[in-house]
């Protein structure tokens, strides 16, 4: 199984901060990831899928960039509203992988 | 406007067999697998599997093998899954998630805690 590996596990920052998430994959996986965003007691959100397109109505602060094993989730100047966990997923043969989740918290 | 409603929190004892329900509304229900993530208490999200409504066929993540039951009814648009000799490592929030590569739509979680 592909196993992905993401860093931070936890990531302080303040408002209008610059932040990247990054997550390895054991193997390539081309493109296949995606990102997702976690708030308490909520479902996760699709925020960028095929490594760096932007799901509908998600906010263009957010991008993502990579190939192969290496990939960053990108939040160009953080917002109030996206203190949250962060989940990387692969997909590749019919396998599905999560990261472990970075949570971004208020520095 | 896509949803999908999931039957409510279950209490299970341990050895027991818990069933969970996702009713699905706003596309066209064989157009995606079907699949369930969950999420234990505190933790991150683990994928257990997908059940094709065209089809039925399933595939079932490793951890799950021989435990867990997709299925998918195409008349009433419901997807299930099923999880056998439940011990209490299996409490957690399931999810049911359409999508073929990523999961663009979520349910709104179920809450299954195990204990005797």
């Known amino acids: 199984d592909i196993q992905m590996t993401q860093s931070p596990s936890t990531l302080s920052a303040s408002v209008g901060d610059r932040v990247t998430i990054t997550c390895r994959a054991s193997q390539s996986i081309s493109r296949w990831l995606a990102w997702y965003q976690q708030k308490p007691g909520k479902a996760p959100k699709l925020l960028i899928y095929?490594?760096?397109s932007l799901q509908n109505g998600v906010p263009s602060r957010f991008s993502g960039s990579g190939s192969g094993t290496e990939f960053t989730l990108t939040i160009s100047s953080l917002q109030p509203d996206d203190f949250a966990t962060y989940y990387c997923q692969q997909y590749n043969s019919y396998s599905y992988t999560f990261g472990l989740g970075t949570k971004v918290e208020i520095k | 406007e896509v949803q999908l409603v999931q039957s409510g929190a279950e209490v299970k004892k341990p050895g027991t067999t818990v069933k969970i329900s996702c009713k699905v509304s706003?596309?066209?229900?064989?157009?995606?697998?079907i699949h369930w993530v969950l999420q234990a208490p505190g933790k991150g999200l683990e994928w257990m599997g997908f059940?094709?409504?065209?089809?039925?066929?399933?595939l079932y993540a490793d951890n799950f093998e021989g435990r867990v039951t997709m299925s998918a009814d195409t008349s009433t648009d419901t997807a299930y899954m099923e999880l056998s000799s439940l011990r209490s490592e299996d409490t957690a929030v399931y999810y049911c998630a359409p999508g073929r590569e990523y999961f663009q739509y979520w349910g709104h979680g179920t809450l299954v805690t195990v204990s005797a």
């Open positions: 059940v094709d409504p065209e089809d039925g066929e399933t």
């Open positions: 095929m490594t760096s």
């Open positions: 706003g596309y066209t229900f064989n157009d995606y697998y």
